[in-house]
């Protein structure tokens, strides 16, 4: 049975300060992997899809890493800003339906 | 639409009635997916669908739940007889195809007193 674990739970971190959000999996063998944000009381935000043979993904002031052989994937932010405040989940695709989340890493960017 | 289309947005019933909620996904996608988030609870698949193929429905909790969809579209999610650990979040997703980048709808917030 896939797990997902997202480090840490919490983190709080002043505005201009670059940070890594990290997850792991325990079964490799996965379609692909994707990063959220979830903001309070709203749905889900897709922030980067990464494939199985791809080893990052990069938008903006984000970039995404996979290691699908350790079963670890990284969500790194520059630069992190007030805006940026919301849960981040990471979610790994095990069969075509199926997507595993973590229980998410809370970011607070305080001014 | 632009993105994934949930309804009703809030809905407080009575413990013992049926409800229903609807999806509407993006236009053109194949796949649709229904998940719940329960209070303080991580993401729960409940069931996928793709194009005409039979859904997959391993992940609903119990015979009280189903869900169909219609022409490949819209979906609607049944709860049957609701009960008080019903109350959660339920979110649509859809995507281009299987193995595409998922969008979620904004939720159906589901009280049952």
């Known amino acids: 049975k896939q797990e997902v674990t997202q480090i840490p739970a919490a983190l709080s971190v002043p505005e201009g300060e670059n940070l890594v959000l990290n997850c792991s999996f325990t079964?490799?063998?996965?379609?692909?992997l994707q990063w959220f944000r979830q903001d309070p009381g709203k749905g889900l935000t897709s922030l980067l899809l990464?494939?199985?043979?791809?080893r990052e993904q990069t938008s903006g002031r984000l970039n995404a890493s996979l290691d699908k052989s350790s079963g670890r994937s990284t969500l790194y932010i520059a630069a992190s800003q007030p805006g940026d405040s919301a849960t981040y989940l990471c979610?790994?695709?095990?069969?075509?339906?199926?997507?595993?989340f973590g229980q998410g890493t809370i970011l607070t960017v305080h001014p | 639409g632009a993105g994934v289309s949930q309804s009703p947005s809030n809905k407080v019933t009575e413990k013992g009635k049926d409800v229903e909620l609807r999806c509407d996904p993006i236009?053109?996608?194949?796949?649709l997916y229904w998940y719940r988030q329960s209070l303080g609870q991580g993401l729960e698949f409940l069931i996928y669908?793709?194009?005409?193929?039979?859904?997959?429905k391993s992940g609903l909790p119990s015979d009280r739940f189903s869900a169909e969809r219609t022409g490949g579209s819209v979906s609607t999610l049944t709860i049957q007889r609701t009960q008080q650990e019903d109350s959660a979040v339920y979110l649509c997703?859809?995507?281009?195809?299987?193995?595409?980048?998922?969008?979620f709808g904004e939720g159906s917030w589901l009280t049952v007193v």
């Open positions: 236009s053109g996608h194949t796949a």
């Open positions: 997703a859809s995507s281009l195809e299987a193995e595409d980048t998922i969008y």
């Open positions: 990464i494939q199985s043979s791809q």
């Open positions: 079964d490799s063998a996965i379609y692909n």
């Open positions: 979610a790994v695709r095990t069969s075509y339906g199926k997507l595993t």
């Open positions: 669908f793709q194009g005409n193929s039979a859904p997959d």
